[in-house]
């Protein structure tokens, strides 16, 4: 098993460009999460997603979308990028609420 | 919402020396606690748990205690070795599901030879 895989690992935006990060897991999980890293700080959510075609916001939605069209992939879709979307972003799924979240190994994304 | 503070951010202990990380949490409603650790270019994995109805767990040479009525919880390595050095972060979750954790600020432990 891969566990969970993001693309790209790193991507440097300009002001206003969009972009989709990209999210798969291959351990058949009902639960999927983005979060995101800021220097310094701990994780927050962004949006969750209990299965396929159900999602739902996190704490820091605001500037982004997502989609759960299967079970594999929960892509995060930046639009009009800002300097202040500068972070890490982190993918993670589990089986179901109850079980442990298994993080992918980030993406870091640079808005200048 | 909850609120978790972390202390310290940075700890260096000697190898084979004890490290404990506290965490205090704001809601009264919260009862799922992880403690997550860290590498360098990595992301976090879950290393321990502890639910609301236990107040102390372990597992070998990691332990987590929870003061309910104190609302903080603690993690605690024993007999540290090198690779024990990352950054540790604990969450707090407001269901006994895991969706909707809120973590703390981190903690950067170093492990000294």
């Known amino acids: 098993n891969a566990g969970v895989t993001q693309t790209p690992k790193f991507r440097i935006l300009k002001i206003g460009q969009s972009m989709t990060l990209q999210c798969t897991q291959d351990?058949?999980?009902?639960?999927m999460y983005w979060y995101r890293q800021d220097p310094g700080m701990g994780l927050k959510l962004i949006y969750y997603?209990?299965?396929?075609?159900?999602?739902d916001k996190g704490e820091v939605p605001n500037g982004y979308n997502v989609s759960r069209s299967t079970t594999e992939d929960f892509p995060l879709r930046l639009e009009l990028a800002a300097p202040s979307q500068t972070s890490v972003y982190f993918c993670?799924?589990?089986?179901?609420?109850?079980?442990?979240?298994?993080f992918g190994p980030g993406t870091r994304l640079t808005v200048l | 919402g909850e609120n978790v503070e972390q202390h310290p951010s940075t700890l260096s202990v000697q190898e084979g020396d004890s490290a404990v990380i506290k965490c205090t949490y704001s809601?009264?409603?919260?009862?799922?606690f992880p403690w997550y650790k860290q590498e360098l270019g990595k992301g976090p994995q879950l290393i321990i748990d502890?639910?609301?109805?236990?107040g102390e767990k372990k597992d070998q040479r990691i332990a987590v205690t929870l003061n309910k009525t104190a609302k903080h919880f603690s993690l605690h390595i024993t007999e540290t070795q090198p690779e024990d050095s990352a950054v540790y972060f604990c969450?707090?979750?407001?269901?006994?599901?895991?969706?909707?954790?809120?973590f703390g600020t981190g903690t950067r432990l170093t492990i000294i030879p």
């Open positions: 997603s209990v299965g396929a075609g159900i999602t």
């Open positions: 969450a707090a979750s407001q269901d006994f599901g895991n969706e909707k954790l809120t």
């Open positions: 993670a799924s589990s089986y179901t609420g109850y079980n442990e979240q298994f």
């Open positions: 809601d009264s409603a919260s009862n799922y």
């Open positions: 351990m058949n999980h009902n639960y």
């Open positions: 502890i639910r609301s109805n236990v």
